[in-house]
Antibody
Framework: QVQLVESGGGEVQPGRSLRLSCEAS????????MHWVRQAPGKGLEWVAT????????KYADSVKDRFTISRDNSKKMLYLQMNSLRAEDTAMYYC????????????WGQGTLVTVSS | DIVMTQSPDSLAVSLGERATINCKSS????????????LAWYQQKPGQPPKLLIY???TRQSGVPDRFSGSGSGTDFTLTISSLQAEDVAVYYC?????????FGQGTKVEIK
């Protein structure tokens, strides 16, 4: 069955960096666009970044552009999110999600990894 | 950016009764190319990630009970739970995927009356 398992979250000081990872299994990872979606504590959902199946096309929310970088290693079935210059407002649960047809809806979600940015 | 606005923010419905959640987009999300509306609905239970219920505004995801249905077109959409069950207590989100940034509604909390 499809599984997405995030890791790499934790508490970090403002201005520092963190790298999130997502291990995919149960499907042909190299055929799917993948996204990161986040949710601040007690708040709604915010799309963060997208990377197409071949790693050639990426998109970012304005709130993270130039600070976050999404990448993937199809040979390892891994998705990554490099987060630099972290801010308090980046505090959230970060979900790795699969896009079934590259349209932009999300059919499988990981359990999430919590990032807390605090001094 | 397309702004998604849900109403109400919360609602309480008796078991077995109908629950209706509305979602309005700031511009049409109708794809002319396939005449489908780029609108999805998710359910999020406490402590869990969201779960896809519906895409293309009215297509139920595999395994989703048929008491969940989606309707609407253009800018106005509705998620209906025809007969509320205890396990349907959750927050429901609509999301447009017409163009990026893909955006969500603020969520509607459904509780038992």
């Amino acid at each position: 069955q499809v599984q997405l398992v995030e890791s790499g979250g934790g508490e970090v000081q403002p201005g520092r960096s963190l790298r999130l990872s997502c291990e995919a299994s149960g499907f042909a990872f190299n055929l799917y666009a993948m996204h990161w979606v986040r949710q601040a504590p007690g708040k709604g959902l915010e799309w963060v970044a997208t990377l197409w199946y071949d790693g050639r096309n990426e998109k970012y929310a304005d709130s993270v552009k130039d600070r976050f970088t999404i990448s993937r290693d199809n040979s390892k079935k891994m998705l990554y999110l490099q987060m630099n210059s972290l801010r308090a407002e980046d505090t959230a649960m970060y979900y790795c999600v699969r896009d079934p047809l590259s349209y932009g809806w999300f059919d499988y979600w990981g359990q999430g990894t919590l990032v807390t940015v605090s001094s | 950016d397309i702004v998604m606005t849900q109403s109400p923010d919360s609602l309480a419905v008796s078991l077995g009764e109908r629950a209706t959640i509305n979602c309005k987009s700031s511009q049409s999300v109708l794809y002319i190319s396939n005449n489908k509306n780029s609108l999805a609905w998710y359910q999020q239970k406490p402590g869990q990630p969201p779960k896809l219920l519906i895409y293309w505004a009215s297509t139920r995801q595999s395994g989703v009970p048929d008491r969940f249905s989606g309707s609407g077109s253009g800018t106005d959409f509705t998620l209906t739970i025809s007969s509320l069950q205890a396990e349907d207590v959750a927050v429901y989100y609509c999301q447009q995927y017409y163009n990026s940034p893909w955006t969500f509604g603020q969520g509607t909390k459904v509780e038992i009356k």
